[in-house]
C-alpha cells in the first residue's frame, strides 16, 4: 500500500507478508527497526516485552510508529527474495495503540490479522472502543461566560476545581481532543482534555486546572461562549492591566523571566496560583492563562 503522509508520525501494525519463510531476514528486521528509532522508528519498549512474534510461516506483524514509510518498504525490499512479499502498514489512533499496547492482546497475531481484515479503506484500522468514543459525540449544555470573570472566580460559568469530570462533559459536551498516554489513552480517564483554547486537566476524575490560551488560529467551540475573547487577543500587557484594574486585580512584577520560548510570567497579587503568560516579538502580547498554576506544568501538557 502507499502512504501518501510518507513523512508525518502514526501509530500502527507494521505487517510482513512473505512468499516464503526467511528466518535471517526477520532477524535482521528485528536489529534494523531497534537501532533506528531515533531517526524513523520506535518500537514500543523492545527491551521489556517481545512484541515481534512469528506467528506462521508467512505472517509477522508488530506495533511502532513511522516517520518514513518509503524508507521502510525499499529497506525491506531490498531484502526480500521475492516480488510477491510485501510490507504494509496499517494506523492506529494514539488511544488504540496504547490500549492494545498494555493488553494482552499485544503478541496475539490472530487479533492483529482481525484487525487488518476490518481495516478502514486498507490504510487504518479500528477497536471496538474507537467506535464507541465516536458514538460518544454530545453536544452538552454549554457555558456563557467572559475571560474577565473567569479571572475574577476562578472558575467557567460553575465549573471550578475539583468538578467531576461527567459535570465537565454535562457542561461542555465530548472533548474535541483529549491527552493519551500508555496509562491514560481513552476520553473518559484521560489526563487533559481540550475544547478550543481550552485545555483542562484531571485528576482522579476531577479537574485539576485550567489552561486557556489566546490565538487567532484556534476555533471555539459552540458549547463554549467566552463572549470578550476577541479582546484579549493580541492584547498588550498593559492593556491587559488596565482591564484588570476593573474588576480590582494587580500584577505583579516577573517571577521568572527568559524561559525557553522567550516567555515572560505574571502572577496575579494575592494569587500565587494564577499565572498569566506573555509572548511576542516584545514579550509583551498575552498568550495564556493558568489556573492553578505548579512549577511543573509548563511543557507538561500537550493540547
Known amino acids: 500500500m502507499d502512504m501518501e503522509d510518507s513523512w508525518e508520525d502514526y501509530f500502527g501494525i507494521i505487517t510482513l507478508n512473505l512468499a516464503e519463510i526467511d528466518l535471517s531476514l526477520c532477524e535482521k528486521a528485528i536489529e534494523w527497526l531497534m537501532t533506528i528509532g531515533e531517526g524513523e522508528w520506535w518500537i514500543a519498549e523492545q527491551k521489556e ?10 505472517f509477522f506483524g508488530f506495533l511502532g510508529i513511522t516517520f518514513d514509510y518509503i524508507r521502510l518498504t525499499g529497506w525491506f525490499k ?26 494482552e492482546k499485544l ?8 484487525l487488518i481484515k476490518t481495516s478502514v479503506d486498507g490504510r487504518s484500522v479500528q ?10 459525540k ?19 460559568d460553575g465549573l471550578v476545581i475539583g468538578t467531576e469530570r461527567w459535570e465537565v462533559e454535562k457542561r461542555l459536551g465530548t472533548p474535541e481532543q ?3 498516554t500508555r496509562e491514560y489513552f481513552r476520553r473518559d480517564n484521560a489526563l487533559g482534555w481540550v475544547y478550543g483554547p481550552l485545555l483542562l486537566s484531571f485528576e ?7 489552561v486557556l490560551s489566546f490565538r487567532e488560529d484556534l476555533k471555539r467551540p459552540q458549547s463554549l461562549n467566552l463572549t470578550d475573547y476577541d479582546q484579549f487577543l493580541g492584547i498588550s500587557e498593559a492593556s491587559l492591566k488596565s482591564l484588570l484594574s476593573t474588576i480590582g486585580l494587580r500584577l505583579e512584577e516577573p517571577q521568572v523571566a527568559d524561559r525557553e520560548n522567550k516567555a515572560i510570567e505574571r502572577f496575579l497579587e494575592d494569587r500565587p496560583t494564577f499565572c498569566i503568560l506573555f509572548t511576542g516579538r516584545e514579550r509583551k502580547k498575552l498568550s495564556k492563562i493558568m489556573y492553578p498554576y505548579t512549577d511543573d506544568i509548563w511543557g507538561s501538557k500537550r493540547a
Open 49 to 58: 516485552k517481545n512484541l515481534l512474534k512469528l506467528s506462521d510461516r508467512f
Open 78 to 103: 531490498g531484502l526480500m527474495k521475492s516480488d510477491k512479499s510485501r510490507v504494509s502498514f496499517y494506523r492506529l489512533s494514539d488511544g488504540a495503540f496504547y490500549e492494545i499496547f498494555q493488553s
Open 107 to 114: 503478541g496475539d497475531q490472530s487479533f492483529l490479522k482481525h
Open 127 to 136: 477497536l471496538d472502543s474507537d467506535r464507541q468514543e465516536m458514538r460518544s
Open 138 to 156: 454530545k453536544a452538552g449544555d454549554g457555558i456563557n461566560t467572559t475571560v474577565l470573570e473567569f479571572i475574577r472566580s476562578c472558575g467557567l
Open 178 to 180: 483529549w491527552t493519551t
Open 204 to 210: 482522579a476524575d476531577k479537574l485539576a486546572d485550567f
